[in-house]
């Protein structure tokens, strides 16, 4: 087998550039004159007329280049248009013999797609410590957070939290990748995990009864049973939502962020973004901005940043905010901010961040 994997990154060369240098690389690791079956995938925000334009251009190089192309040629080339947190990776895998040969080439981000920052993006550690977080809600002198066994009330004393009260959560053999959530309502406290609704109040001796639960979360549907995604009438599974408008999005299993209109109709789909979302109404640029992490898993270190939609597409409107390690969680906190649970990969510390946005000056 030979493999020819090109990871294009980059802002060197003129979109045209890019796609004439990945037929070069191709044509360079084919024998003369070689037959080849081409298929292009699509997995990035690329329009269809634009992942046209790209294969087009592929098949005029390759024909350049003495090169035939046929369905059923023993040599396939298999071109996918991808993107991650800083530009385009379109990876191409020629399958021919039993070979391996990998190249790398830079190719150029279309001017339109050049991520603007007109705001700022702050980032406030609310709390870090070795036991897992799963949400946290901080109020002026309140903290609460919950953790896979209980739930912690803190008070403020001088400029930290202080751990004044723990309410043990009813015992369960939770899923491998845990999710919670915590919500306050006036004096109201509400608290989801698989399986499990927990109400309560808000007050001098906070108090919590638990119960088995199937009801919707917070994100508006229910949590699958026994896993870690949300399962709702007419969508796909989903990790987390947002709305934006009259349109909600949402990050499917599938590594695409789905667009979605009041009757719960597919209307598009994109790639890029992680599988935490969430929307903050801020008053800046278009008013609604999402906050999202960047695709990766439990090994990898994450970030966050803010997109506004512009023609169902995302376009950054600030710059990366940088984790030590993958963000585990991020919930909506108030109409303006969200909350962002990290574990840092080198000391294994959980933390909590408040995450918001400032209009540029």
């Not at 001017?111 to 993006?121: S, Y």
């Not at 369960?172 to 698989?194: H, K, M, Y």
């Not at 949300?230 to 590594?255: H, N, Q, T, W």
Request: glycine share 8%.
């Amino acid at each position: 087998m030979l493999r020819l994997i090109l990871v294009l990154l980059g802002l060197a060369a003129a979109p045209e550039d890019s796609v004439r240098e990945l037929a070069r690389k191709i044509a360079a690791a084919l024998a003369p004159r070689e037959a080849v079956a081409l298929s292009v995938r699509n997995a990035s925000s690329l329009a269809p007329a634009e992942v046209a334009g790209v294969r087009r251009e592929v098949e005029n190089q390759l024909r350049a280049g003495n090169f035939t192309l046929a369905a059923d040629a023993p040599t396939t080339v298999a071109v996918t248009l991808s993107e991650n947190w800083q530009g385009g990776v379109w990876i191409a895998e020629i399958r021919h013999g039993d070979k391996r040969d990998t190249v790398m080439v830079a190719p150029a981000r279309p001017r339109e797609r050049a991520a603007a920052t007109p705001m700022g993006i702050d980032r406030q550690l609310i709390l870090e410590q070795p036991e897992p977080i799963l949400d946290a809600v901080a109020l002026e002198d309140l903290l609460i957070v919950l953790e896979p066994d209980e739930v912690v009330f803190y008070g403020r004393k001088d400029a930290r939290w202080e751990r004044r009260q723990a309410i043990a959560l009813p015992q369960r053999v939770w899923p491998r990748d845990l999710r919670g959530r915590l919500t306050i309502e006036g004096d109201s406290l509400q608290a989801f995990l698989p399986g499990l609704a927990c109400k309560g109040k808000v007050q001098s001796e906070p108090a919590l009864e638990c119960g088995e639960s199937d009801a919707p979360w917070p994100a508006g549907a229910p949590l699958a049973k026994g896993r870690n995604y949300f399962e709702a009438e007419k969508l796909p599974p989903f990790y987390s939502a947002a709305r934006v408008g009259e349109y909600s999005l949402a990050a499917g299993m599938d590594g695409r962020t789905q667009w979605f209109d009041n009757a719960t109709a597919a209307t598009g789909s994109f790639a890029g973004w992680g599988s935490d979302i969430a929307a903050v109404e801020t008053g800046c640029g278009g008013g609604r901005q999402v906050l999202a992490t960047r695709p990766g898993d439990s090994t990898d270190t994450d970030a966050v940043q803010a997109f506004e939609m512009t023609g169902r597409r995302p376009t950054a409107v600030s710059p990366a905010v940088e984790f030590s390690g993958p963000v585990t969680a991020m919930w909506p906190a108030g109409p303006a901010s969200a909350v962002a649970i990290t574990r840092d990969l080198k000391t294994g510390q959980y933390a909590a961040f408040r995450i918001s946005l400032t209009c540029s000056r």
